[in-house]
């Protein structure tokens, strides 16, 4: 079992900045970052490998980063947007052969707002 333990977070006012870290207790594959605002659906924002191979969704590039030393990924949030809001849910991916494994941090929130 991979415990994910999350920090960051909080309220911003739009355009401002805020960072989001999430450390796995064992190695895994592919770490990520998911979102879930009120009355949506959880959606991913952003994904890293353990090579460092990044992807964001087009509703963040340009404005987020994702990052990654070891088993820690750094989400890096820009040009925050009132849309930005929700629970911000930390994600990693154990694969192997025969299958794959996927945990679930607890989910920090952030509200973007004046």
């Known amino acids: ?58 509703s963040v590039r340009g404005r987020f980063t994702i990052s990654r030393a070891k088993n820690t990924v750094d989400l890096r949030m820009n040009a925050l947007k009132p849309e930005d809001t929700a629970v911000y849910y930390c994600n990693a991916v154990r694969q192997w052969i025969e299958g794959r494994a996927e945990y679930w941090g607890q989910g920090p929130r952030v509200t973007v707002s004046s």
């Open 1 to 58: 079992q991979v415990q994910l333990v999350e920090s960051g977070g909080g309220l911003v006012q739009p355009g401002g900045s805020l960072g989001l870290s999430c450390a796995a207790s064992a190695a895994v594959d592919v770490m990520a970052w998911y979102r879930q605002a009120p009355g949506k659906q959880r959606e991913l924002v952003a994904s890293i490998t353990r090579r460092g191979e990044a992807n964001l969704s087009d």
